[in-house]
């Protein structure tokens, strides 16, 4: 685990970097927007991580966020309502699933949640009339505070409030996590029955989590939904949950920082892969987890942490 | 004994397969005492605790707690009336530390739905400090739960359990796996820390020199039945329960482990 103040500086110096970079080259704005949004999603799944569960189908509250902007946009086609929409719902719909859910452990959880994004990916693609299927929704112009902007101004403003969201749910979930409940949800994993003997209710303990994951999920595919400006059923599609899970592996589940690291990584890698070897990328990404998981099993945070505590 | 009881099982019955764990088992716990269980292995003193605590269901008889049936409630709610338990295991939150799993006995106890305030501010860590140094753990204070030695992993298990404030104890086994040079060092902390709080304890126990010397009272276990119940001099000295249950004949002090 990172001190205080290691965390700190880190988030600092990743967000002048990542200002820095989207100023430099506005094409990799776009790239940084979306991993900061997916960040955001596989921070909600580093909670359950943390009660030593994985949920193989979280993409499916990601895309319940999407889908919420691509349906509302043409009614209310305002930012700042439509992202609080879209975390609402999709939270909503995660009591919903969770109640179900969280009853089980382990690979239980993990296939049920897989088979539930299953579900919904088919629903999605199959209710063409409501959906237009795997074609998708396209999203119309978006106004901020009731003003359009134009294109180049947008993208700064999806590329800031992604940021601020980033910042701002990782500074809460480091504080979730140090709080009695947050410490209860690791306690899931190491000591179900000591929870429910000091009268806690377990269940509901992972509830919260779930439900507080489901909506950041949400918010994650609000915002890409508002950036790419299209919407397809591949959002709830299983390898989209596993991209989630292998960005929070080569991330580092020790700290709050690590979703935003693995994500970023994950997109460059992505793009830079994809321009050097069109056929082959999803090969470097498949080495790159491999190299991770044997010589870094903290992730990058635990590689960064590392080199500072040595320093 | 004019007190109503504290804790009041009446018919107890309970079997697995064709193995009475509870054959009709009768028993008052009186408040302030402490009574020690032994018996053989699979005698259903385990049993006993696990039916009283919620974990397993009696196919027949009752159960009542300050005179209220708690039969039939869910662990988590006979916690909340008032009885802890310890284990045989230590269920220790063993990627926590020691203090963290004190804070977090102490946070279940006055409410964890904060979710942004931290399990170690002031208050708690306060009265976790306390309560650690009570059962002489200050030292490992900072240690990870599975780093302990079986001692001190006994100790904290039962630290956590007197966190709630309970008025009733039950403990499986409180000195099983301590080595016989810490034993009674950490039976006697047990026993200063629960007569301060004013606890009412029931034990499970095979060390017979430890139940002679700090049980009120002793139930001997045997088949699902309780054969013998009274003070220690009494039973310990009966032929019957030395035969039967000791596993000794002649006199001696040996304790027997079974």
């Given at each position: ?311 | ?40 292995n699979g005698a259903g003193k385990t049993t006993f605790i696990n039916m009283t605590t919620g974990y397993l269901r009696p ?200």
């Amino acid at each position: 685990m990172m001190s205080r103040r290691a965390e700190a500086l880190l988030a600092l110096l990743l967000v002048a970097a990542l200002v820095l970079a989207a100023w430099a080259a506005p094409w990799l704005r776009f790239v940084l927007t979306v991993a900061l949004a997916r960040g955001l999603a596989v921070l909600g799944i580093l909670l359950l991580l943390r009660a030593g569960q994985v949920s193989f189908g979280h993409a499916m509250f990601l895309a319940a966020g999407a889908y919420t902007v691509a349906f509302a946009a043409p009614a209310v086609p305002e930012t700042l309502l439509l992202l609080p929409a879209a975390a609402l719902l999709s939270g909503l719909s995660g009591l919903l699933i969770g109640l179900f859910v969280v009853r089980y452990r382990d690979i239980f959880f993990g296939m049920l949640n897989l088979a539930l994004s299953m579900v919904f990916y088919s629903v999605l693609e199959k209710f063409y009339s409501i959906t237009k299927g795997t074609d998708g929704i396209r999203v119309p112009p978006l106004t901020v505070a009731g003003v359009e902007p134009g294109p180049e101004v947008q993208g700064w403003i999806m590329f800031g409030l992604a940021l601020g969201l980033a910042l701002a749910c990782a500074v809460g979930v480091r504080a979730y996590l140090a709080s009695p409940m947050g410490q209860a949800l690791a306690g899931i994993k190491t000591r179900e029955t000591r929870l429910e003997f000091l009268g806690v209710p377990a269940r509901r303990v992972l509830l919260f989590a779930y439900v507080l994951s489901a909506a950041m999920g949400g918010a994650s595919g609000a915002l890409i939904a508002m950036t790419s400006r299209h919407v397809t059923p591949q959002l709830a599609y299983w390898t989209s949950s596993g991209e989630l899970i292998f960005i929070g592996i080569l991330g580092g589940a020790g700290s709050a920082l690590g979703p935003f690291l693995g994500a970023l990584a994950f997109e460059l890698v992505r793009v830079y892969a994809a321009a050097a070897v069109a056929d082959a990328w999803q090969m470097i990404l498949g080495a790159v987890l491999l190299a991770v998981i044997l010589f870094a099993p903290g992730g990058l945070v635990g590689i960064l942490s590392k080199r500072r505590g040595r320093a | 004994m004019t007190a109503p009881p504290l804790l009041s099982a009446r018919g107890l019955r309970l079997a697995f397969g064709g193995v009475k764990a509870a054959d009709g088992i009768d028993l008052d716990v009186m408040p302030g005492e402490f009574l020690a269980i032994i018996g053989p292995n699979g005698a259903g003193k385990t049993t006993f605790i696990n039916m009283t605590t919620g974990y397993l269901r009696p196919q027949a008889g009752a159960i009542e707690y300050e005179g209220r049936p708690i039969l039939g409630l869910a662990p988590r709610a006979i916690v909340r009336r008032g009885i802890g338990r310890s284990f045989q295991l230590p269920q220790l939150f063993a990627e926590h530390t020691v203090l963290e799993n004190a804070a977090l006995a102490i946070a279940a106890r006055v409410g964890i739905w904060s979710p942004l305030t931290p399990l170690l501010r002031p208050g708690f860590r306060k009265e976790a400090v306390e309560l650690l140094a009570r059962f002489g753990l200050e030292g490992v204070a900072e240690a990870r739960a599975d780093a302990l030695n079986e001692g001190a992993r006994k100790l904290a298990d039962i630290a956590m359990a007197v966190a709630l404030e309970p008025r009733l104890l039950l403990m499986d086994e409180p000195t099983s796996g301590v080595a016989a040079s810490e034993k009674m060092g950490v039976v006697e902390t047990l026993v200063r820390v629960l007569r301060e709080a004013g606890v009412t304890a029931v034990f499970v126990e095979h060390d017979m020199d430890v139940v002679a010397r700090f049980a009120d009272r002793v139930a001997v276990w045997s088949q699902g039945r309780i054969l013998a119940l009274g003070p220690p001099g009494e039973i310990l000295a009966d032929p019957v329960v030395r035969r039967e249950v000791i596993g000794i004949e002649a006199a001696g002090a040996a304790p027997a482990h079974g």
